[in-house]
């Protein structure tokens, strides 16, 4: 393993892009939609894949970054992922159970160590008395076949109490603090940790699987931070191979090590955010500079069209008054769907090839959305430039179509004094996801 992390972004192999044919009708009564471009997720995947050249595991947290966790899951494994990795144990069961039901080998059964692994990371705090009964989620957890991290000796005596009370010996993964002072153990704590799970192990209670830790700095290509990540980490496997454990894997990096920190890439990666086709930060490097294509795009109607007079308000506090005679369209989609109330007269909206933005504060449920001028200089009255019905894109792939001026999720973002992340995860539970690209093919069939 190399420190050497580069000054300068790699440009990624390009990778042809999968045609998606597949119909996505708007469901049911609903007026709109995420369509997520299951083609653009398979593609990101194989792209990042070949630029980290070791095995990577797709991060599905947060129902796959708001795409979806079922079919984004599938389509990762399709891809090449041997590994998908969430946050919450909660969230570990459920995708157990859709993995079990699209018949994805469990490792248990497929000792060749073909079958795709599921990595958890944040484990609800319990007791050993509550995690041996029979109820307890920490033996759930045992009986589906994941892989636990663990940070602390509290955690570690609940999890060898399920251990002991399901039969199952654990699968851990040792997580360290490394700089970051979120999750993982610290250095001082380490030694008798390593000496509890080196204890378990040859009671044959737990396997050590990995060591790992995740960077604070990573979309800084030029900071020391990284570096100094690395060597607390190599500092953490001299204390844990001293303890007589030998942990075969290794991994540090998500998608930001990965590609701007290859002496991070060890042996696994944990892709996120590239996988549904943003950069880790665009102003390192943009997504089209990646070879990166965004997945979600979030698209409703137009459902009411009207014309209001120049010093009109509009919406809630009258924030935005319209300076002319104006066209304003009505949007059913709102801060309860994951529009940022931040975004009050700044998101960007693509009606058409018309590119605009809401205007006036974003309610729960609707928006409104400037159409341009309702009269031409000599004050002639000029037609509506859109009509109830047309299609509304809030972000999406750029380009997508030569007709229509996508905004990105990153331009959300922007607007918003936020970060591409938070703009696709926070999309609402309300907001029905459609399914395109699935026809490019795969080892496992989507529901
Ligand atoms: C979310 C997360 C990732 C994925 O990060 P991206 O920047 O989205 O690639 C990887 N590892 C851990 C521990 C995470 O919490």
Redesign the pocket.
């Known amino acids: 393993m190399t420190a050497a992390a580069t000054t300068t972004p790699p440009t990624l192999p390009t990778v042809a892009p999968t045609t998606s044919t597949a119909r996505c009708p708007l469901p049911g009564a609903a007026t709109s939609r995420a369509v997520i471009d299951l083609g653009a997720i398979a593609h990101n995947g194989s792209l990042l894949a070949q630029a980290a050249g070791v095995p990577w595991m797709a991060?599905v947290?947060a129902d796959a970054y708001g795409h979806g966790l079922g079919p984004v899951a599938l389509t990762a494994l399709s891809a090449g992922a041997s590994w998908l990795?969430v946050?919450q144990l909660a969230e570990a069961l459920t995708l157990r159970s859709l993995l079990d039901e699209a018949g994805v080998p469990r490792p248990a059964g497929e000792p060749s160590g073909r079958a795709p692994r599921v990595l958890t990371?944040l484990l609800p705090v319990m007791d050993p008395a509550r995690a041996a009964a029979q109820d307890s989620p920490l033996r759930a957890a045992l009986a589906a076949d994941l892989d636990l991290s663990v940070s602390s000796l509290s955690q570690l005596d609940a999890l060898l109490a399920a251990v002991r009370a399901q039969g199952i010996p654990a699968r851990l993964h040792l997580k360290v603090d490394t700089g970051m002072s979120r999750g993982g153990a610290m250095e001082e704590d380490l030694p008798a940790l390593a000496a509890a799970l080196k204890r378990a192990v040859d009671e044959g209670t737990v396997d050590v699987v990995g060591l790992w830790s995740?960077l604070s700095r990573a979309d800084e290509p030029t900071s020391s931070s990284t570096e100094e990540h690395l060597g607390r980490y190599r500092g953490a496997e001299r204390i844990v191979r001293e303890a007589g454990l030998n942990p075969p894997i290794h991994h540090l990096a998500?998608?930001?090590g990965l590609l701007w920190h290859p002496g991070a890439r060890m042996d696994l990666v944990?892709?996120?955010?590239?996988l549904y086709g943003l950069s880790?930060d665009p102003r390192v490097a943009t997504s089209a500079e990646l070879g990166l294509r965004p997945a979600m795009r979030l698209e409703s109607a137009l459902v009411q069209v009207k014309r209001i007079d120049a010093g009109q308000a509009v919406s809630y506090g009258g924030t935005w008054s319209a300076p002319a005679d104006r066209w304003v369209g009505l949007v059913p989609l709102g801060y309860s769907d994951g529009v940022p109330r931040a975004a009050s007269s700044a998101g960007p909206v693509g009606v058409g090839g018309l590119r605009t933005s809401i205007v006036g504060r974003v309610c729960m449920d609707q928006v409104v959305i400037d159409l341009g001028p309702a009269r031409d200089e000599t004050g002639a009255p000029l037609p509506a430039p859109a009509a109830v019905g047309d299609t509304v894109v809030l972000w999406g792939a750029p380009g997508s179509s030569e007709q229509e001026a996508i905004p990105t999720a990153d331009e959300w973002a922007q607007a918003c004094g936020t970060i591409n992340?938070e703009i696709v995860t926070r999309l609402g539970a309300r907001i029905p996801r459609c399914y395109i690209g699935a026809d490019s093919g795969g080892d496992y069939a989507l529901p």
């Open positions: 991060v947290k990795g946050a990371w995740h998500a998608t930001g944990r892709v996120g955010i590239g880790p992340y």
